[in-house]
């Protein structure tokens, strides 16, 4: 199959088209470059969206759990060996994607004759002020965007993906508070998860807010924080729903 | 001063006239002689578990430094003073930083405490041909939280240099300040009053203070606390909550108080 180059697009066309209808029940995950530090959000069952890698790196992510699982125990491997061979400020996520997960992904999507990852991730770094913050947007073909500071929304359908990140943009900036990025980022999740519309014809907040109250009920959010004003090494911890107030 | 320990290659090859370095290499006037960390000490207060160090090293009657930090945080919840050769203990510091941090990441819980504890133990054990040729001895403290109780209590390790683990009941000392060190904490705890574990932290701070400028007065290696230079310890509280640093700022506060 490989020596021949049509049959060979095709495959690989395939294989995009199977890893996204896997993904499209996807719970969607969040990341807002904030005054204070970094806020990561997802909604899944408890340690299964939002995790540590490193002192100033975190990752959100959607997909199978055990493609999830392997990414970030690769991504935190790498920055452990990085931190003790050099130095933990060599620890950077430009070249643990670049040089790392990207090319990892890409060559795993591309081998058609074993399973692609499944997944579709953001990474943070945190600097010493959101303007320096770095997010990725990781995607399952080993694509990445990187963007200082601002929003990323990680879900399964592109467009939709666009229209999350416009509408929290228009909510939310560097100065929002963390409670208040939570509040927005779970009206997206519900606008998301329920196909409602978020430009113009969006629900209303109240709508929107007693729709993913409700659909909360039975589900964990799972919310990290990189804070950019501890005064110990590993800035991330985890906060929880009573914590904001939400 | 050079640390060695009852009959350690050096101490064997002495005992039987054989002198396995020139005197110029290794210990001898104007050689190599390792340089050393000493005097730290860790004692239970009211707030948690305070973990003091003078801020020298010395090499022989040299004075390398006076700005060395002894008790480092190794993770949210653990501390370790490091007394001896730093050139072993700064890098067992580091493996330890590293791999509880590994470990805490990758497995999304946090290593208990007896495993902790026995992993500075078996650093110890892999530097026993260092300690053996007597030129890279660590005696370290460790204060890790027990989360084994309810609310969650800081305890207080030590070890000899093989790396045989002891827990401390009240407190603990190494290096070669510790002998006096040790005699006012046995003291303040049977007859003092208050007694250490009573002492809130600035009570607590400013004993730990008196204690190093005790020892600074009878061992030349311990380095002192002097507010008229700005000179002051590393101290660091573990309490249920994780780690506090207590500040030049404060020190100065709280011994003058």
């Not at chain 1, 320096?132 to 929003?151: C, E, M, Y």
């Not at chain 1, 467009?159 to 416009?166: D, I, L, N």
């Not at chain 1, 985890?238 to 939400?246: A, D, W």
Request: aromatic residues 8%; charged residues 20%; proline residues 5%.
């Amino acid at each position: 199959m490989t020596e021949e180059p049509y049959r060979w697009l095709e495959a690989v066309a395939n294989r995009r088209d199977y890893v996204r209808e896997q993904l499209k029940d996807g719970s969607p995950v969040f990341a807002a470059s904030l005054d204070d530090g970094i806020l990561l959000l997802g909604v899944g069952s408890g340690q299964s969206k939002v995790f540590e890698l490193f002192d100033r790196h975190a990752m959100a992510g959607l997909g199978h759990p055990a493609d999830i699982e392997k990414i970030r125990q690769a991504a935190i491997d790498a920055a452990h060996l990085e931190a003790f061979t050099r130095a933990p400020e060599d620890v950077s996520l430009r070249r643990l994607i670049g040089f790392g997960l990207g090319p990892q992904l890409k060559t795993a999507f591309e081998q058609i004759f074993s399973a692609p990852f499944l997944i579709e991730l953001i990474l943070a770094e945190l600097g010493d002020s959101p303007e320096k913050d770095l997010l990725f947007r990781l995607r399952f073909d080993g694509t990445f965007q990187s963007r200082h500071g601002g929003i990323l929304v990680a879900a399964s359908q592109p467009g939709r993906e666009t229209e999350a990140a416009a509408f929290l943009h228009s909510h939310l900036n560097a100065s929002s508070q963390p409670a208040e990025a939570a509040a927005r980022m779970l009206e997206t999740w519900w606008c998301l998860t329920h196909a409602k519309p978020l430009g113009a014809e969006a629900p209303d907040q109240a709508e929107r807010t007693a729709g993913w109250k409700t659909d909360l009920q039975d589900r964990v959010v799972e919310i990290g924080w990189l804070s950019r004003r501890a005064a110990k090494l590993a800035r991330f911890e985890t906060l929880s729903r009573e914590s904001l107030g939400l | 001063m050079t640390q060695s320990i009852a009959g350690d290659f050096l101490s064997l090859l002495a005992g039987n006239s054989l002198a396995p370095f020139r005197p110029d290499v290794v210990g001898g006037a104007g050689g190599f002689t390792p340089t050393q960390a000493t005097t730290v000490f860790a004692f239970q207060c009211a707030d948690g578990v305070l973990m003091a160090g003078d801020r020298r090293a010395t090499a022989g009657n040299q004075i390398v430094t006076d700005r060395v930090d002894k008790v480092l945080e190794i993770d949210a919840t653990s501390l370790l003073a490091i007394a001896g050769v730093p050139a072993t203990a700064f890098e067992m510091a580091r493996v330890m930083q590293t791999s509880f941090e590994y470990y805490r990441r990758s497995q999304l819980q946090s290593l208990s405490l007896p495993a902790k504890v026995r992993a500075l133990a078996r650093l110890l054990r892999d530097n026993l041909p260092m300690t053996l040729q007597g030129i890279g001895i660590v005696a370290p403290l460790f204060a890790g939280l027990d989360t084994s109780t309810v609310p969650a209590k800081p305890r207080i390790y030590f070890y000899d240099p093989l790396g045989a683990q002891f827990q401390a009941v009240g407190y603990a000392a190494s290096g070669s300040g510790s002998g006096s060190i040790r005699s006012v904490l046995s003291f303040q705890e049977r007859h003092g009053s208050p007694k250490p574990t009573e002492m809130k932290i600035k009570e607590a701070v400013q004993f730990a203070l008196r204690l190093l400028i005790t020892a600074s007065e009878f061992d030349s290696a311990t380095g002192g606390v002097d507010p008229t230079t700005d000179s002051f310890a590393t101290l660091k509280l573990l309490k249920p909550e994780g780690v506090v640093t207590i500040t030049d700022a404060e020190q100065k506060e709280w011994l003058q108080a």
